[in-house]
């Protein structure tokens, strides 16, 4: 069985200021309990999360082991204040900052860092990224810094130029890259980078009455041809949903997310190991050494 490259233990997939409530006043292991007996119920052993500022992922790296799970964390997430990110983590205004961010991960016990370059799809809209990404030279620096302490870098990045910077700035991971070009496939392709589309977030949105279907359906069509030419490119992949995301539940995303991923490209052999092989690359990046 895959792994689950991408999830928020914290979150619940209904409502994410019903999950803040549910753990601000103090972590509610229940949650985490429960979220982890929906990975067991489906056979899987591997969940990188992608952290959150309410502790609970440092707890539940805690717990993890008596599901029989291999589980990574940030810890928290690391986002430029003033730029999108507060929702999963602690913010900086200068590199310094960051760096004792960076420092405090590792005093937390945290398996990498993750960070946040860009906004996230405007669902409401036409679909585009809601707002400018980080300079070239800060993501670069940022990456430098987190390798210099012996960390691997999850990046949050959308579109198409900030995701050709965090490639070429260095960073281990793209974490749903909508919206990337030609240019950002081929610098993905001819780099160690491993992509998680993170798809499935789109997919299950379409048909809610949420967000405009037309829209949803864009971004669909569009991440679905990249995904394509990706794999044609060779770009490393893994699976991962966003568990906790709105409408992706914990253990049942992954699967969701694999489906996609079967639609897109096909239920083959090829596929299935191109896809092992882009999580086992995470498996030995994305751990404290």
């Known amino acids: 069985m895959f792994g689950e490259n991408h999830a928020h233990i914290f979150m619940n997939a ?3 200021r019903e999950a803040v409530r549910q753990q601000e006043n103090g972590v509610d292991e229940e949650v985490i309990h429960r979220h982890f007996k929906a990975y067991q119920d489906k056979g899987i052993s591997f969940v990188r999360d992608g952290g959150d500022f309410l502790h609970v992922s440092q707890k539940a790296k805690e717990l993890s082991g008596s599901y029989g799970i291999d589980y990574r964390t ?17 913010g900086f205004d200068t590199l310094k900052e960051y760096a004792t961010l960076v420092r405090e991960v590792k005093a937390c016990g945290g398996d990498f860092i993750k960070i ?12 585009s990224v809601t707002e400018s990404a980080l300079p070239f030279s800060e993501v670069k620096e940022m990456v430098h810094i987190a390798h210099e302490e012996g960390f691997s870098v999850m990046s949050h990045t959308n579109g ?6 965090a490639v070429q700035a260095g960073v281990d991971s793209i974490e749903h890259g909508n919206y990337v070009d030609e240019e950002a496939l081929q610098l ?3 780099s160690d980078v491993v992509w998680v589309p993170t ?8 048909g809610c009455g949420r ?8 971004i669909w069509a569009v991440g679905s041809q990249n995904i394509r030419r990706g794999f044609e490119l060779g770009v490393h992949m893994a699976l991962g949903s966003d568990a906790g995301a709105y409408r992706v539940y914990h253990g049942q995303g992954l699967l969701d997310e ?9 239920d083959t052999e090829e596929v299935r190991q191109h896809l092992f092989d882009g999580e086992a690359r995470i498996r030995r990046k994305f751990q404290r050494l």
């Open 14 to 16: 209904r409502n994410y």
């Open 74 to 90: 940030p810890v928290f997430a690391i986002h430029h204040n003033g730029h999108y990110g507060k929702i999963v983590g602690r």
């Open 116 to 127: 946040m370059t860009t906004g996230i799809m405007d669902f409401d809209t036409d679909g």
């Open 160 to 165: 198409a130029r900030a995701v050709a910077d």
């Open 188 to 190: 993905m392709a001819e």
């Open 199 to 206: 798809i499935t977030v789109v997919k299950n949105l379409i």
């Open 211 to 218: 967000f405009s279907d037309k829209v949803l359906e864009h």
């Open 258 to 266: 694999w489906g996609c991923f079967r639609e897109i490209l096909g």
